[in-house]
């Protein structure tokens, strides 16, 4: 069956760089787009960024555009986001997703000096 785990989430400084990692199993990684979400504490969940299968094509959230990049490697199977110039209020529960339909536990990451 479909399983994606993300990792790398951390404590963080404001200003400070992070990148998260999905690991994706069960299903042929290479043939769907894949997405990050994330949801702060009192928040409902937000979509972040999506990647098409090839990779060739990226779209991201007002908010983060600019300071996050996502990227793949269809080899490893694995979904990464790399996150710069992170604010406080990047502070969430980070997902990795399929089509809005399959999500990894989360990885927390946290911004705060």
């Known amino acids: 069956q479909v399983h994606l785990v993300e990792s790398g989430g951390a404590l963080v400084q404001p200003g400070r760089s992070l990148k998260l990692s999905c690991a994706a199993s069960?299903?042929?990684?290479?043939?769907?787009?894949m997405a990050w979400y994330r949801q702060a504490p009192g928040k409902e969940r937000e979509w972040v960024a999506d990647?098409?299968?090839?990779?060739?094509?990226?779209n991201y959230a007002d908010s983060v555009k600019g300071r996050f990049t996502i990227s793949r490697d269809n080899n490893k199977h694995t979904v990464s986001l790399s996150m710069n110039n992170l604010k406080p209020e990047d502070t969430a529960v980070y997902y990795c997703?399929?089509?809005?339909?399959?999500w990894g536990q989360g990885t927390l990451v946290t911004v705060s000096s």
């Open positions: 990647i098409i299968w090839s990779g060739e094509v990226e």
């Open positions: 069960g299903f042929t990684f290479g043939s769907y787009a």
């Open positions: 997703s399929r089509g809005g339909e399959y």
